[in-house]
């Protein structure tokens, strides 16, 4: 079956430390891929995707490629503040009539100053 | 802005009450779910509907249901609510093939 595999954490990085977290996936075709942030006390907001092979996307400074070869998205920013501190999860969508998205666990992010 | 909104926020209940979670979008989505999260455990799928009239299980959907009367509303019932069920629920809607938008969540506590 599908799935996505990622660390849970909790990762803490000082302020404008270097960020990465891993995020890998299994899945039967081609799919879409995604980082979802959650803020404490809300819902997940679409961070950025990618829906081919090599595509980066990136918002907020925030980066992930899309890695057919070794079925990776890892999400990357380069100087991390406390405003990012947050849970971060990957997630994949496979296209045609299999409509769910299947998620990672979460990787919760705690930014000291 | 086009959003998608639940309600209520919060909700303490007792066990053995039936309860209903609101969720409501204005993205005019086909596709329409719902999760709880819980530590250590993600998201899970509870329910989830492809349009109206259209609801199929996910894999957590033991003691609640769905119905799809519109294409805006997907409520979320629990039976009988049981303490297992505690824990914060989203809603999320989005078009085929595309992502998902999520609502605000709800916190149920059950006493």
């Known amino acids: 079956g599908n799935s996505v595999t990622q660390m849970e954490g909790p990762v803490t990085l000082s302020e404008e430390a270097f960020l990465t977290i891993n995020c890998t996936y299994t899945?039967?075709?081609?799919?879409?891929l995604f980082w979802y942030v959650q803020y404490p006390g809300e819902g997940l907001q679409l961070l950025l995707k990618?829906?081919?092979?090599?595509d980066k996307g990136s918002n907020k400074g925030f980066e992930a490629t899309y890695r057919k070869e070794t079925t990776s998205f890892h999400l990357e920013k380069g100087s991390v503040q406390v405003s990012d501190s947050a849970v971060y999860f990957c997630?994949?969508?496979?296209?045609?009539?299999?409509?769910?998205?299947?998620f990672g666990i979460g990787t919760k992010l705690q930014v000291i100053p | 802005d086009a959003e998608i909104t639940q309600s209520p926020r919060h909700k303490i209940t007792e066990t053995g009450r039936q309860v209903t979670l609101a969720c409501h979008q204005t993205?005019?989505?086909?596709?329409m779910f719902w999760y709880r999260q819980d530590l250590g455990h993600g998201l899970r799928l509870i329910h989830y509907?492809?349009?109206?009239?259209?609801?199929n299980k996910g894999e957590v959907s033991d003691g609640y249901s769905v119905s799809r009367s519109n294409t805006e509303d997907l409520p979320l019932t629990l039976e009988s609510a049981a303490s297992s069920q505690t824990s914060v629920y989203f809603c999320?809607?989005?078009?085929?093939?595309?992502?998902?938008?999520f609502g605000p969540g709800t916190r149920l506590t059950v006493t």
């Open positions: 509907s492809y349009g109206v009239h259209d609801t």
């Open positions: 990618a829906t081919k092979a090599d």
């Open positions: 997630a994949l969508l496979l296209s045609g009539g299999y409509q769910k998205v299947t």
């Open positions: 993205w005019n989505h086909n596709n």
């Open positions: 999320a809607s989005s078009e085929p093939g595309y992502e998902q938008y």
């Open positions: 899945a039967t075709g081609y799919p879409s």
